[in-house]
């Protein structure tokens, strides 16, 4: 059994953070907003359906595909902290309600420079403090790239994936992926993977099963940044992560989603 979730971008002032906050270095506290509350909620909902899904014996391996801690990026005055102490901290209580469910390898998938810091050093820390299964060309506890095998289900995990542009042309990224996957394993002779997980856009995309392999693109657990409010005005986030159960050269993918609802709309009072 494996959770695959992403974009979790703790320490964004929009990601996720426990309700009772996180203690910063001068001794002062960030109390999580509302929204953020209400984010945590769905995160534990998320770990309850994980859960379920292994309380009958199977042994849960747990993948982290990218950009789990949001640093000092882009100027931007949406983080918690600067602190770098401060952000890992934040981090490992985020990850404490999975890891009480004691899997039996948890992987962590290199994200976004700019988010986790060069080579992804921040989620190389936080991998190292978390006893993450270790790369064994590097003997880093993170990857850019890792495959698993798991009963007869070849697996594929890295962080930037491809998504259209446009609502029309959205499932287009995963299904091109999907191909050019397919032909690249063709030319270096190596199987095709069964199942590719990609990430980084926050959104939802998945090319089924078009071809042999299939792509997913994952929602994250941030809400709308200043970032988006730009490029996507209007759009609602998009919250999640899978499931994924592997048997007999098989797998069943469930996709565990949250939807966002619209704030109503502000009435002019005519009185």
Known sequence: MWAISSDHHTNSTLGLCPPEGVLLDDGGMYTPSTAQRKLWD???????AVH????????????????FVDGDHHNTSQIV????STQIKLAVSVLEPLL????????????TEAHVGGSAAFEEILADRIGAI???????FSWWHFQAESQGVLLDFAHHGRLGGRPWTKVSGPATLAAQIVMASAKHRTPIPDLAVRSHFHQWADSFDNFACRVIQLAGWQLSTAFVHRIAAGSLPEVGGIIVACEGGKMDVQKVRFDWKRAEPWTLNAA
């Open 42 to 48: 769905c995160w534990l909902e998320y770990i309850a």
């Open 52 to 67: 379920d899904a292994t309380k009958y014996g199977d042994r849960l391996h747990v993948v982290l595909n990218g950009d």
């Open 81 to 84: 902290s600067r602190n770098q």
């Open 100 to 111: 009480a469910l004691r899997p039996k390898a948890v992987v962590m998938v290199r994200g």
């Open 134 to 140: 270790k790369e064994p060309s590097t003997g880093m």
